[in-house]
């Protein structure tokens, strides 16, 4: 790779490189997507990197002259400067040419803001690719999810669906992505309420003393094992997407959203341990019609596993993307361009 042009901005630094990053070989480097408005920022910032070196930390301004109107005339100063006032063919003021503030800010920080969405993109992939319940497809959700919550379930996962999908193009819309966070705030709500609606409907199957057969026991804690992954998902995924979108980066919020998704699953988690554990125990003591033998090794080892999933504490969501994410809006994030305007986010 040949050497960087290093353009100092206020805290931080950008590299602009002369050629292509072989990624193959940089494993310290993660290709961003960019969509077409944000690579045009990137694209801008190569542009305007000779003459932003130039500036160094001066302002800059764009002088809009209009047709007709050239250099020659503007109003002269006696100290060799030119104004921004011209004269018209008469030799009169004429008018007065409008000044668009350049800089490197506005330049540099629109670059930056496009690489943000697209770093915070990834990070957000990096979430959604482990929420394998809300990843599937609705006639799949369908079949397991039951109940006056089922059209209110489905309605806010396929809402958080299309707000992952397009944040993006929804970021670099003011209106749209204040609706998008008032939404998602509705469906963080939705996805609290019904996790209590399953619980407590898998807390009375355990409970129950009219206990049915083996096969409906099991068949309907799974079922509502289900139904609490997807809107126990929902609930993450709603409240990772709102802080995305909301772009609030106070550290105190950051921490308290941590804490309180990861306390939320942990004790979901640990009440469902508690209720596998008992359906464990009667399946072993479970003895059926007498003159009907049954085998109980098959559920035994669905449910043995799932305890086991559940006491190694990534069964809902997997907490390092979680955390590196939320992380990300406390570090200062570096960002490398090559001249084609391709960005890539340092690790």
Do not use: W
Not at 180 to 209: N, P
């Amino acid at each position: 790779m040949s050497n960087a042009e290093v353009i100092p901005f206020g805290g931080f630094e950008i590299e602009i490189f002369e050629d292509n990053i072989d990624f193959s070989n940089r494993k310290d480097l993660i290709k961003l997507e960019l969509t077409s408005s944000q690579k045009m920022h990137t694209s801008a910032l190569l542009n305007a990197a000779p003459s932003l070196a130039a500036i160094g930390t001066k302002n800059a301004c764009v002088l809009h002259l209009p047709d007709g109107i050239t250099t020659s005339d503007l109003m002269k100063y006696g100290n060799g400067g030119l104004g921004n006032i011209y004269y018209g063919p008469d030799g009169k003021i004429a008018g007065q040419a409008p000044l668009e503030l350049l800089g490197k800010q506005q330049v540099i920080m629109g670059a930056f803001t496009a690489m943000s969405i697209a770093s915070g993109q990834y990070f957000l992939s990096e979430i959604n690719s482990n929420l394998t319940a809300i990843n599937q497809k609705i006639d799949k959700i369908l079949e397991f999810l039951y109940g006056d919550k089922k059209a209110e379930l489905i309605s806010e996962v396929s809402f958080v669906n299309f707000a992952f999908q397009n944040y993006g193009s929804i970021m670099e819309c003011d209106h749209q992505r204040t609706a998008t966070i008032i939404s998602l705030q509705g469906a963080r709500k939705v996805a609290m309420k019904d996790i209590e609606f399953y619980m407590s409907d898998l807390d009375s199957l355990v409970k129950a003393k009219d206990t049915p057969d083996l096969n409906s026991i099991i068949g309907k804690a799974f079922q509502i094992k289900d139904c609490l992954q997807l809107a126990i998902q929902l609930y993450c995924m709603s409240n990772i997407l709102e802080v995305a979108y909301s772009q609030n980066g106070n550290i105190l919020y950051h921490e308290y959203v941590e804490k309180d998704i990861l306390s939320y699953i942990d004790k979901y988690e640990k009440r469902m341990l508690s209720n596998f554990s008992a359906i464990q125990m009667y399946i072993k003591t479970y003895k059926g019609n007498l003159l009907k033998k049954i085998d109980k090794t098959v559920y035994e080892k669905q449910v043995e596993e799932f305890v086991d999933s559940l006491g190694n504490g990534e069964e809902f969501i997997r907490r390092k993307p979680l955390q590196s994410f939320l992380q990300s809006f406390q570090k200062e994030s570096a960002f490398v361009l090559d001249m084609e305007g391709n960005a890539y986010l340092k690790t």
